[in-house]
């Protein structure tokens, strides 16, 4: 049975307590030497008996309908085995997301690259083959592909507090600033894949996803069957950030092709499928309005901004999450737009809202500290608020002051001087910072923990998704029991486990970490249980269990099996306190000023982000996100052709995230701990989106303060530099 524990209050910090000496130290993860060597198996790498290929046919028109295909065309290739344009294939809005049905019948086509249908054959030549020579008969209707082309848009009701209009109108200094950033592609190093098979009714998939419970349901809704007839498998998947939240068109076609040919069916996109038809981040227009007193308190704060999705889709990018709680004002207003084009479904890439909107903030602070005079480290240390700025909430911990002071200490921020000043014969070079913060939560996550002897499994449909999940969870398990991380197993990425949150929105290590830790405190109350001596006179060590006036080994002790289940849940502590990581980001850039190229030659960022689990993980989280931060600022952008809105930038070699001569060899990440007894029992924040959340805007400022010129349209490609 698994007992619910609702987050309601702060908890005693028991990992301190442990004295294992697992938590926290930067162990390898234990799916490395699997992973290195091959034999980690991604979704296309799992073998089945008599598979078929399929290969997604996607639509050429913008807009419009299905009318036709002809089929006996491509029935005649070699190898072709059928052609299957079920309605429940087609896509319509809204995009699946937390256990809707991501794809609802139809015959509507919503943009350019759309998946229309799906040719299966004896072979993945042979499909292609047949998917690019199959003739589609289309209905076409007018369609809009960009933001400024369309006429149909939904603004908001501001979000607001206090007065801006009348702090707007006092405020002695000013910026107001338009800033552009393009849309993003995901890009995970794995491409979006799917195998089904169906046995007696039941259809077992495995598709690359990092929410599983909720793809499990998804996938049950589409098909019209009960969720108890799905299986969803996903023991590795090679990257998600944000594309594999939902279930994808790719595991849709699978499950319906492999039912009606009675043969597994295999679909595995090819990067160009994976640009055209998996979510983009939206692209954004954004308006920042700052005031402030001469001396520099800011007064007035106001972030407004347009996105883009299809028609009828419920997300928009949330551009000014950050600017609601990062700094306070007298009065904050926050209006978005929504755009209703024909483009690939706009969806959540990392950090949904900070990646983007912090890059038009982060600006913003940058010019009016210079407008101020004022250096802008301290500019940022003089308006931190008391309190959540829109909601009153207290924070639950909040270091960013000292993340501040830390960088600019450590990155030798002493030493900038003015805009413009510095050269060393070509370059121009230049220094810039910006503070980090990314919201942090708690999902509702299920595990279980069985312990025979000093052998542990833990079991959670949990993902992960290349961040880390299974080296903590043997780490929280192996703290609690007194193991060595060797001695347990971590069983993650299957539908008929323990249902977890799964890999997003950076809630993944507090959610499944939390609910493992739970299950594992219950296997310690067994072992007490067992010794005879109450829990808090229990210590697990080294494979040993002393109570009062008894130690033996937990071979010995345990010698049948204890198994314990688990489920956390946020509660009051939520409501009460606003969780979220900080930091700060500090670049240095070198700009060519013959050609405007921009050289990243170090970055640190200083981060604080509740307790640290596992140290390595945690630094190649930030890092990953750092790095994203220099492809935002610099060479990211995806290209969408003017008329009827088809990816241009379809691969790696045309859509430019940073190379590793993009990145400089000194990265350094510093991690200033705490416990946040607010967020869970874990005391843990958020990472995985940390590192990106102002990252570019540091980049940015730096090539402002390098040649004394601002860009506002993000990438800071060379022709916008000089
Ligand atoms: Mo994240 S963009 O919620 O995977």
Not at 6 to 30: F, K
Not at 122 to 136: I, K, N, P
Request: glycine share 10%; aromatic share 4%.
């Amino acid at each position: 049975m698994s007992d619910t524990f609702t987050m309601d209050s702060p908890q005693p910090r028991l990992l301190d307590q442990t004295g294992q000496g697992v938590i926290g130290t930067p162990m390898n993860r234990p799916d490395g030497p699997r992973k290195v060597s091959g034999q980690a198996c991604y979704t296309a790498d799992a073998v089945t008996e008599g598979v078929a290929h399929g290969v997604l046919v996607r639509s050429t028109i913008s807009r419009g309908r299905v009318t036709g295909m002809d089929l006996a065309s491509v029935m005649s290739i070699d190898g072709v085995i059928d052609v299957i344009t079920d309605p429940r294939m087609i896509r319509n809005p809204a995009q699946g997301m937390a256990g809707e049905a991501p794809v609802q019948p139809g015959d509507a086509v919503h943009y350019h690259g759309q998946p229309i249908a799906l040719v299966v054959a004896e072979s993945f030549e042979a499909a292609r083959d047949a998917a690019q020579r199959l003739t589609v008969h289309y209905e076409t209707e007018e369609a809009s592909v960009t933001p400024e082309g369309t006429s149909a848009s939904e603004t908001d009701d501001p979000e607001t507090a206090g007065d801006f209009d009348a702090a707007w109108q006092a405020a002695e200094v000013k910026v107001d600033l338009n800033f552009t950033t393009p849309s993003q592609a995901a890009a995970a190093m794995e491409p979006h894949a799917a195998i089904a098979e169906w046995k007696d009714n039941s259809v077992t998939v495995h598709s690359s996803l990092q929410m599983i419970r909720f793809n499990k349901k998804e996938l049950a809704d589409t098909l019209g069957i009960d969720p108890s007839q799905v299986r969803i498998l996903a023991p590795f998947v090679g990257g998600g950030f944000g594309s594999k939240l939902g279930l994808g068109p790719e595991a849709v076609a699978a499950a319906i092709a492999s039912q009606r040919l009675g043969r597994p069916v295999r679909v595995v996109m090819t990067r160009q499928n994976v640009f055209d038809c998996v979510l983009r981040r939206s692209e954004t227009a954004q308006r920042v309005r700052l005031g402030a007193t001469q001396d520099g308190r800011i007064t007035a704060i106001s972030h407004d901004d347009t996105v883009s999705n299809l028609d009828g889709e419920g997300f928009s990018e949330p551009v000014s999450q950050a600017s609601q709680f990062l700094y306070g004002a007298d009065g904050l207003s926050f209006t978005q737009t929504v755009a209703r084009i024909a483009a690939t479904p706009a969806g959540s890439v990392r950090a949904p809202g900070e990646a983007v909107g912090m890059l038009g903030l982060e600006a913003a602070m940058d010019e009016l500290a210079e407008r101020l005079g004022m250096d802008p480290v301290e500019l940022r240390l003089k308006n931190l608020p008391d309190k959540h700025p829109m909601d009153g909430r207290e924070y639950s911990t909040r270091r960013l002051a000292d993340c501040l002071r830390e960088g600019a200490e450590n990155f030798g921020w002493a030493q900038r001087g003015a805009a413009g000043m510095r050269r060393e014969g070509d370059w121009m070079i230049g220094m810039g910072m910006a503070s980090a913060a990314r919201s942090s939560m708690l999902v509702k996550s299920a595990s279980r923990v069985r312990l025979t002897g000093d052998r542990a499994v833990v079991e959670t449909d949990m993902t992960d998704i290349g961040t880390g999940t299974y080296a903590i969870l043997a780490q929280i398990t192996a703290e609690m029991l007194g193991l060595s991380p060797e001695r347990v197993e971590v069983r993650l990425g299957d539908s008929d486990l323990p249902g977890a949150s799964g890999s997003g929105g950076s809630f993944g290590a507090n959610s499944a970490g939390s609910s493992t830790f739970l299950a594992a405190r219950k296997i310690r109350r067994r072992i007490a249980d067992l010794l005879g001596c109450a829990e808090d006179d229990l210590t697990l060590q080294g494979g040993r269990a002393r109570g009062l006036n008894r130690d033996m080994a937990l071979a010995d002790l345990v010698q049948e099996e204890l198994e314990a289940e688990a489920t956390i849940k946020a509660g009051k502590t939520a409501e009460s306190h606003f969780s979220s990581g900080f930091g700060a980001h500090f670049a240095e850039v070198a700009v060519n000023e013959w050609t405007g190229e921009v050289r990243v030659r170090r970055m640190l960022s200083v981060m604080s982000m509740g307790r640290i689990l596992n140290e390595k993980t945690a630094r190649s989280q930030a890092l990953g996100g750092m790095i994203w931060g220099i492809g935002a600022a610099l060479t990211e952008e995806m290209q969408n052709d003017q008329r009827d809105g088809h990816v241009v930038t379809r691969d790696l070699a045309n859509y430019h995230v940073p190379s590793h001569a993009d990145v400089p060899g000194d990265m350094q990440v510093l991690f200033l701990e705490e416990r946040d007894d607010w967020a869970n029992p874990i005391q843990t924040k958020g990472i995985g989106e940390l590192g990106i959340s102002g990252a570019g805007a540091a980049v940015l400022n730096a090539i402002a303060h390098a040649t004394g010129h601002r860009v506002y349209d993000f990438p800071a490609l060379p022709d916008r530099v000089i």
